[in-house]
């Protein structure tokens, strides 16, 4: 199994900057042929998907944070970021890490964003 585990969030204003990490460990093994993807879900409504990034590294995103957000990977640190840059106060959500391979799919307890004056 795969153990997932977000941080890096926090309160900022708006136009400022973040950077989530999601840090994996368990059969690596697993994580190195993973497909991972970001997720946010603010209070009230539905849990929306925000980044996804193969095991090579391509990515794309949802309309709403295309070139303001960038996901990146490193295998070898078994880490998966998700820069934020630009931040609205709309984009206040928790964000959480998912990662899928065949059959399986594992997800983190996710870590609050705030983006507020």
């Known amino acids: 199994q795969v153990q997932l585990v977000e941080s890096g969030g926090g309160l900022v204003q708006p136009g400022g900057s973040l950077r989530l990490s999601c840090a994996a460990s368990?059969?690596?093994?697993?994580?190195?042929?993973?497909?991972m993807a970001w997720y946010r879900q603010a209070p009230g409504k539905q849990r929306e998907l925000v980044a996804r990034i193969t095991s090579t590294g391509d990515t794309n995103y949802a309309d709403s944070v295309k070139g303001r957000f960038t996901s990146s990977r490193d295998n070898a640190k078994c880490t998966v970021y998700l820069q934020l840059n630009s931040l609205k106060p709309e984009d206040t959500a928790v964000y959480c890490c998912?990662?899928?391979?065949?059959?399986?799919?594992?997800w983190g307890q996710g870590t609050q964003v705030t983006v507020s004056s």
């Open positions: 998912n990662g899928r391979r065949i059959v399986s799919i594992y």
């Open positions: 368990g059969s690596i093994f697993s994580y190195y042929a993973m497909a």
